[in-house]
């Protein structure tokens, strides 16, 4: 029986891959991770990808990076279990708090909760689980991006599957 995790998101963003070179390219991408491993790699490959990073390790790291920047990020990517039980959903809530922008945002984590979906949805945030396969989060990242950028100046940062009630998708991996 396919579950909601095993089964293809609708209207996903693949068909920007081709557009996600210039889409990212020097393009601000605040990233939270308390696993320095992991903010290493993935630090250097959204580099790799034309993008700025901040990279941080904590929310308060971060919110002192945007502060220090006097702007909002163009992308958030927030691992969702960090330090302190503090979460990647507490710490995109604090940044657009700081901004007073609806920053687009990515919660990648290899919680499967419910709760973590129900996060997504109510807080306007895709989520992503681990292990991240980069062709998925490439072309998902250029998306939001893009739809940051629309017409109205608001943007759309819903994604596939989404409702009027909020943005909400899962990746599986």
Request: charged share 25%.
């Amino acid at each position: 029986m396919e579950t909601v995790a095993d089964a293809p998101a609708v209207n996903e963003p693949l068909s920007l891959a081709s557009n996600a070179d210039d889409l990212l390219e020097n393009q601000i991408v605040l990233l939270i991770e308390n696993d320095e491993d992991v903010l290493f790699g993935t630090t250097k490959r959204l580099e790799q990808w034309g993008a700025d990073v901040l990279a941080c390790r904590s929310i308060d790291e971060a919110l002192t990076c945007v502060e220090d920047m006097g702007m909002a990020p163009d992308i958030i990517l927030a691992d969702y279990t960090l330090d302190n039980d503090e979460t990647g959903v507490d710490g995109i809530a604090k940044v657009r708090k700081l901004t007073g922008a609806h920053v687009p945002a990515i919660l990648i984590t290899a919680d499967r909760s419910p709760r973590v979906r129900a996060a997504g949805l109510t807080y306007d945030i895709s989520v992503i689980y681990k292990p991240v396969k980069l062709n998925r989060l490439r072309p998902l990242m250029a998306w939001k991006i893009g739809q940051q950028g629309g017409a109205d100046g608001q943007g759309d940062t819903k994604v596939a599957g989404d409702s009027v009630a909020g943005a909400y998708s899962v990746w599986s991996e």
